[in-house]
């Protein structure tokens, strides 16, 4: 579905496609299609968890922190929160 998206916004016009996920493989299979301009590994990227996630909590999902998409945006060149 990930990809899709980023594909769907390259085919609508969009100047900057921001990949996230911890595969880096997956990452640069889109990149490398030309589906993405940024690829943002947040496993590697992204701030390490202080703790471990709680039962409930899927790898990713503790991955997804503000921590983290703040770092996304900073990688991205957006921090003025212009595209």
């Not at 690829?39 to 503000?66: C, M, R, W, Y």
């Not at 983290?68 to 595209?83: F, H, Q, S």
Request: with cysteine; charged share 20%; aromatic share 4%.
């Amino acid at each position: 579905m990930g990809l899709l998206a980023c594909m769907l916004a390259r085919a609508q016009g969009a100047r900057k496609v921001v990949c996230v996920d911890v595969n880096e493989d997956r990452l640069q299979f889109a990149k490398a299609q030309g589906f993405v301009g940024i690829v943002f590994n947040s496993a590697t990227q992204g701030p390490a968890p202080s703790s471990p996630p709680p039962p409930d909590q899927t790898p990713a999902e503790a991955i997804l922190t503000k921590s983290v998409a703040d770092r996304v945006v900073e990688v991205a060149g957006l921090k003025n929160g212009r595209i």
